[in-house]
């Protein structure tokens, strides 16, 4: 094979685009399992110390490892908190962070939850001495939450998270069953493997095409 | 028939090729983007619906109609407006959700709406009835198998949308076959064309029209106003009109152009170029006419809804002209001492970092730094091609007419656009604009990759356009790469 300038160009760079997808895929992230859809309109729930929220109705995705949420103790450092799980069937998982956190996201470890649990309610316990705010949507027409034992118009902002840290490649099944659900029955089942096909033959004709154009006058 | 296969044998191999690429990516991205999460899909998506049930055009329903049980219950098991607009929520992604559409697709719900399109209904009908044909060949009764097949028609049209640009450079630098793959190429994989091309958007409809539009064009200036050539520029336009209005942008692009080629052959011949300017008019003109005149006699709507003319400005608003002229100039150019209209800069925001890629309904985008790369290689690119055009200045001075033609167009739709974001912003406060309107200009997006490679001469030309290639591929597949992480990781 002749070594052209085109060539070079073509096989540098394309392996330049395979090295940098290698990296991504090998980058290792706590990866989500799930959300329950809400937006976060900032720190609009408020959680007395010593006190309960409550949040039922939630979809809980089968690999959650851990809770994130949005939270604030008002400046001051956050207190501990625990998470209880429970399905109509019984409790699920718990977990809890220790004190000491700060404003922002947060994450609270739970025991991993094998399977998808619909109708779950999830639990936060406040056990510090000063309130804390989570974001979340509130107030919400569609949803109520109890906080401190009373219904309260809202909804807390969950991300299921999976347990421990995980690069792409390790998630590429998830991704591929995630990638077959809500799409149209025709594609469905062979999505993922399709769209990867599709994007290798462009740039294999897109080659052919640079390569075809070299020789031209 | 044998006249369009003629011309059909004539194009080159490797433009065929270039449309291929558009082709697969544009399939690609129709199987990666999740259900109604194109701009407007579910309105564009319900507008077929209705030419294809009912055989009539949506109306404007108050307050708000339901599109139909059928597509209202799918998008509500999608969990649609629980992820559009929300970048932090992905696509539904259990089992659990699966069952509900599943359930809900069993049902065989009515695909009998109101009669309401939402932001689609005031649109002309063509990529509509063209894409009641997926929709009725669709054997399922299902909302996503219907919807997946019509993303495959959008993702033809975005493959006949680059075998045209291929076209357009062909015409426009005659003398350099290996850039004008280099220009296609980079179009094919412009990945806010592609992530269009894998939506049902009346947008993609649109694209192909502009680029036939500009080839027909470009096809004018090289081999003069005959009656052929003229009925090409007025078929593109008068079927891009009942398209998408945003065509209106070229219309005085394309009088200059019709004019400046009368000009120059009226000596010659004067019958042929006649006959090309006449064709050119009443093909440009017949369609709209007759949509008109259908939206007056049969479908009861008012001239062109929503197109053009006054509307109502909301309480506490009034239109006023000169407030809507500077809106349109601070929407494309630096503000001067004019009042700001913008909280931010609408050439970098919107515009330039929209079209590197700002996806899904306009809800996420690629980290800040890739706007950066990205202005530095655009800058790179511009610059090579003002180069190449200073060095090409002899010749582009007999070709000045043709320059200012292209511009107008450039000019022109910039105009629409700002016309419709003003209307928007006095009538209901909405930001109108988005990145995607300015893809009408695609072949002149291809021109500017093609004249930098021209720059680089015979000899390095090649290696700069496969350069510019393997960006694009980058650039797309990076864009592909954010729009899985986005929905379903």
Partial sequence: VRLTPVRVVLAVGLLAIAVAAVVVLLQQEPRRAGTNLTADRGYVLALPPGQQLCEPGELLPGDTGALRLDASAGGLPGPRLSATLSAPGGPVSAGQIGGGWHAGLIVIPVRRVAQTRSAATVCVRNLGSHQVLFGGSAPDSSFFISIAGRPVSGRLRIEYLRPGRESWLALVPNLAHRFSLAKSDLVRHWAAAAALLLMLLAVGLATRAMLNEERSP | ?489
């Fill in chain 2, 1 to 489: 028939v044998s006249a369009i296969g003629r011309l059909l044998r004539r194009v080159p191999r490797v433009a065929w090729l270039c449309a291929l690429v558009a082709l697969a990516n544009g399939l690609a991205w129709s199987l990666i983007v999740p259900p109604f999460e194109v701009p407007d899909e579910n309105a564009h998506y319900a507008y077929v619906q209705q030419v294809a049930e009912r055989g009539t055009l949506p109306r404007q329903v108050a307050p708000e109609g339901s599109l139909s049980p059928a597509e209202d219950q799918i998008l509500s098991a999608l969990l649609t407006f629980g992820v559009v607009g929300h970048r932090d929520n992905p696509a539904p992604d259990t089992q659990v959700q699966q069952q509900v559409i599943d359930r809900i697709a069993k049902q065989n719900l009515t695909a009998l709406g109101s009669g309401d399109a939402l932001t689609a209904t005031a649109n002309p009908p063509l990529y509509y009835a063209l894409q009641a044909i997926p929709f009725k060949l669709t054997p399922s009764g299902k909302v996503l198998d219907k919807l997946q097949a019509m993303r495959g028609l959008s993702a033809l049209m975005g493959a006949l949308t680059v075998l045209l640009v291929f076209m357009f450079l062909r015409e426009l630098l005659p003398g350099s076959s290996w850039a004008w793959p280099t220009g296609a190429l980079v179009v094919a994989f412009q990945p806010m064309f592609g992530f269009m091309s894998g939506g049902v958007n009346n947008d993609d409809l649109l694209y192909l029209m502009s680029a036939g539009v500009l080839w027909a064009l470009a096809r004018g200036f090289r081999r003069g106003l005959t009656p052929a050539n003229g009925a090409l520029i007025g078929a593109f336009l008068g079927v891009g009109l009942i398209s998408k209005l945003t065509l209106l942008g070229f219309i005085p692009a394309v009088a200059l152009a019709v004019a400046v080629l009368a000009r120059r052959t009226w000596a010659e011949d004067r019958r042929a170029t006649a006959r090309g300017v006449a064709w050119a008019a009443g093909l440009s003109l017949g369609p709209i006419a007759i949509y008109l005149l259908l939206n007056h006699l049969v479908w009861n709507r008012t001239a062109i809804p929503g197109g053009v003319g006054a509307a109502t400005a909301a309480p506490g608003r009034v239109f006023s002209t000169a407030e809507e002229l500077s809106h349109i100039w601070q929407l494309f150019l630096p503000r001067l001492w004019m009042r700001p209209q913008f909280s931010s800069y609408p050439l970098w925001e919107t515009w330039f970092k929209g079209l590197v890629g700002r996806f899904g309904w306009v809800d996420y985008d690629f980290p800040a730094w890739v706007y950066q790369v990205a202005r530095a290689i655009g800058l790179l690119v511009c610059a090579l091609a003002v180069a190449e055009l200073w060095r090409a200045r002899k010749a582009l001075r007999r070709r000045l007419g043709e320059l200012a033609v292209y511009a107008l167009a450039i000019v022109g739709l910039c105009v629409e656009i700002g016309v419709e974001s003003y209307r928007s912003l006095v009538t209901n406060q909405g930001v109108f604009e988005q990145a995607r309107y300015l893809l009408p200009l695609l072949c002149l997006y291809a021109a500017i990759a093609a004249l930098a490679v021209r720059f680089g001469g015979r000899r390095w030309g090649p290696a700069l356009g496969a350069l510019l290639v393997v960006l694009a591929i980058g650039h797309d597949l990076f864009a592909q790469a954010i729009t899985i992480s986005r929905y379903y990781a």
